[in-house]
């Protein structure tokens, strides 16, 4: 079995939110502490390890689970570089020395864009793969007691599945919206892992989506921003016990919206979400109206201007936020210190969490790991 001790690449300096923001006024709790905690071994058969997103994250029996994802090795997608998408999947501990690498073993397929949902059971990974097969399939990945990795189908779906939200309740997966059988979607379902059977539940009430937040908070799926043609910054709730949607608080600080597209979200508790990433609304709407109506030379022209550009011109959201569902309100607990990621693994541990590798800028990953340290007040 691999072992690599994570924490021997991490940085000596611990960072931390509060030395580099300035707080608005409903910046809140939690207070959070960053440390940066390595790189992921190489996929097999790779030299090194450049980061991907997409990925597959969670955790089973106190390890942490993450892998899979895509990146483009050979180059900017503007240069041509094709997207590579990995069948690798690590187990991690989280040890007082950091984070060590207890497994590392391959998929019988590639993964990546697919719901990764934590759960007593292990990690349900729903659909997420350029396997025709793959991308119908729900697994579900857990870690033994001595930290080795084992997976199983545990259910298929009778569609393709990318980019969309999910959440167990009891034996029944909600999942959604995203690409269904390649097109974007509003459908809606409840899967019962015991059974195998798919029900239809009442749509998404807005425009169809990817890449959106969501969370189960008590008995409200919490579902926000995504995006399309547009980049949204609304919300929206599927109340389980009466079945229908209802309309939440959009995600805004002292009045300004913000894009949670492609960002990551965790469970804090019964009534609240932290939320990781995003894409700028702005950019991202700038930039879907240009390579949607472009071509030829001006559209080469532009791609390459907008896949060269440095990170911070995306201006990709860096606040660390939290939803409360009971007061249906936003804060700010800060920001992180490192880039901002989008389609990064992310996970809550115990009072730690966890941000895995993610893209900081259209065709570029991190290989970096972030561990989080919740303060208690």
Known sequence: MKKNAIAAAALALTLSTSLSFAAPEQTGSPQIRWQSAGTLSPAFGQKENIGV???IAGTSHGYIIAGGGANFPDGSPAAGGAKVTYPDIYAMKATDKGLIETDHQVLPFPAAYGASVTSADGVYYIGGSPDADAAR??????CDNQGKLHYQKAGTLPFTFQNG?????GQTLFLGLGKQDGSLSRNFYAYDLKTGTLERLADFPEKAREQSVAQLLGQTLCVFSGGSDTAYTDGYGYDLTTRTWHKLADCAIDGQGISLLGARAVGLNEEEMLVIGGFNKAVYDDAVAHLSHLTGAELAAYKTAYF????TDFNWNRRILVYNVRSDAWRSAGDIPFAAPCGQGLVLLKDKLISLNG????GVRSNRIYEGFIMNE
């Open 137 to 142: 399939a729900i697994t579900l990945l857990t």
């Open 308 to 311: 060269g550009r440095e990170s």
């Open 165 to 169: 939200i999910a959440a167990l309740k």
């Open 53 to 55: 997103a997409g990925m």
């Open 359 to 362: 893209e900081i800028k259209p």
